[in-house]
């Protein structure tokens, strides 16, 4: 390989590692969850996680599941234990005695939070 051919490939792959995080995002969160319940019943909640990037070096390290403010369920991943792909879906049981304030928040490793998802449930007599 001559010497113009290296650099220029040296050049290029230094740009393709420095573009990269252009293809990678924050982790973001969406809920499915009814919004009106009978009071004491059992409610399921879904929450899907969405984030580009799955790898040894970039994963969803945690996702967290608050009602009315009270950790209700939680997840922390690792290099070694990481989410099951880019898109997955983790999915919770709660009894709705009052009004509810659900909120998920996952973090990417690398890049953080694209925030909080909030959904309210209404309990009704």
Known sequence: MNRRRFCTLLILGG????ARPAFANKASTSIEAPQTVPKGSEIKIRV??????????????????L???????MW??????????????KEITIKALEDLEVTAEAHCNRHGSAGPTTVRITVKD
């Open 15 to 18: 740009l393709s590692l420095y």
């Open 48 to 65: 899907t996680v969405t984030h580009k990037g799955n790898n040894f070096f970039h994963y969803n390290k945690s996702l967290r599941v």
């Open 67 to 73: 009602a009315n403010r009270k950790e209700v369920a």
């Open 76 to 89: 922390d991943y690792s290099s070694g234990q990481r989410p099951e792909s880019e898109v997955f879906t």
